[in-house]
Nanobody, 116 residues
Framework: QVQLVESGGGLVQAGGSLRLSCAAS????????MAWYRQAPGKQRELVAI???????NYADSVKGRFTISRDNAKATVDLQMNSLKPNDTAVYYC??????????WGQGTQVTVSS
């Protein structure tokens, strides 16, 4: 099994930046894709960005050009650099991993609040 712990959330003004980090522990050699999701109040959880073991990335249209996902396979970490933040980026951000077996793990979530 894989355990995920996020850090780096907080309060920032619109136009500002935040960097989220996620550290994986457990059977990290089994991890394939890692991703960041977010869930705003009253909305469904949505994929923000995903990165594979070979560093192929994909982003939600709403964050393209503003957010960058990166990972360190040796350290089993995945980061999300968020620039030009907007109030509608406000959400709880969750780290996610999928193992080669298909099993999934979620972090506990970290709050990001962007004030206008």
């Amino acid at each position: 099994q894989v355990q995920l712990v996020e850090s780096g959330g907080g309060l920032v003004q619109a136009g500002g930046s935040l960097r989220l980090s996620c550290a994986a522990s457990g059977i990290i050699s089994s991890i394939n894709a890692m991703a960041w999701y977010r869930q705003a109040p009253g909305k469904q959880r949505e994929l923000v960005a995903i990165i594979t073991t070979s560093a192929i990335t994909n982003y939600a249209d709403s964050v393209k050009g503003r957010f960058t996902i990166s990972r360190d396979n040796a350290k089993a970490t995945v980061d999300l650099q968020m620039n030009s933040l907007k109030p509608n980026d406000t959400a709880v951000y969750y780290c996610h991993s999928r193992s080669r077996s298909g099993s999934e793990s979620w972090g506990q979530g970290t709050q990001v609040t962007v004030s206008s």
